[in-house]
């Protein structure tokens, strides 16, 4: 099944590898009802209804939460493999340790049961107590070790805090020593009235919070104490790329001790391809290059064709199999099953 208008004579079309896909998986949406404390999961008719907190509702619908419906819309989008995590209902750093180390639990579980049944189709990423280093790490570990997962997902605060605090060092040396790249997502960004009247929070406050997580890597010393440690920014870079050489004159200024231009940090990080902007996938190409750039949909809130469809039309042929797959199959060691 071949939905790309990639040019014949470059050869056949690369494998796809969606970077940014985003499953719920029943088991784990089923062990969360029944709580008594936020966040709260309740069952719809076709899915589930979860609250992140008393002001705050998300539809989980069948698109969201079944896998052989998401492998279904992978097929007809020309998608062969994706890199599956959880977005906001993954975001467990305000609960309780314990309840985020289980519900951590059931997400990797789940992810490695989806690999080990649908090889080559199907990866996941860790998802992480954060909010504590050490069982951070334990996770990790034993989503590597044991459950075979491919990378991990931080979300860009941590209830509300900075991803970038010295307490979360150790968790970067051992993603570092391990090779294993960090996904950002943007979260709840508690933003103001002023940008939840009018909506603005997901286009808007999402991208501004990934721009400080990453920054905030580079300008705490993060990057600089950790060489080896591979961050994914999603959103062609969010704001970063835009402003990278605004920022730098702080820098030069004094405003931190980071020893090199900040544009210096950024073959640390890779992007992916959600947006509709093509100058915007222009600019990530100039400033991330071509090999630091990852095909994404950000299904199921975005259209995977749409995403297919974004990088056929503004992505030369000879540049596409490396934005579609190469790229990703260096950082992620990954062997995708292509359908044809």
Known sequence: MDHMS???SIGPRPAVIDCQWHWYPRAVCDAMLGRKSYPLWHRAADGYVYE???????????????????????????????IASPVLAGDVS?????????????????????????????YG??????????????????????????????HSNINGATIASQELWPLY??????????????TRTFAPARVNDFSLEPPLS????????ALSLIVSGVMDAFPDLTIVHPHLGATLPYLVDRVDVYRRLGRWNTPRP???????????TVSESPAALRMAIEIYGLDHLLFASDYPYFPAADGVRFVTENV????????????????????????T
């Open 6 to 8: 990639l040019d014949a």
């Open 52 to 82: 992140p907190t008393a002001t705050e509702s998300w539809q989980h619908t069948t698109e969201y939460v079944d896998l052989d419906c998401q492998l279904a819309i992978m097929d007809a989008a020309g998608i062969d493999t994706i």
């Open 94 to 122: 305000g609960m309780e340790l314990t309840d985020a180390r289980e519900l951590c639990a059931l997400f990797n579980e789940e992810f490695s049961r989806a690999q080990q049944e649908h090889p080559g189709r199907v």
């Open 125 to 154: 990423l860790a998802v992480l107590p954060v909010q504590d280093a050490a069982a951070a790490i334990e996770t990790l570990d034993d989503a590597v070790d044991r459950l075979g997962l491919v990378g991990a997902v931080m």
């Open 173 to 186: 040396a051992r993603l570092a020593e391990r090779g294993m790249p960090l996904f950002l997502h943007p």
């Open 206 to 213: 999402y991208m501004y919070d990934t721009t400080t997580a």
């Open 262 to 272: 900040v544009r210096d940090y950024l073959p640390q990080f890779y992007t992916d």
């Open 316 to 339: 030369a042929p000879e540049d596409a199999a490396a934005i579609f797959s190469e790229n990703a199959r260096g950082l992620l060691s990954l062997e995708p099953q292509v359908i």
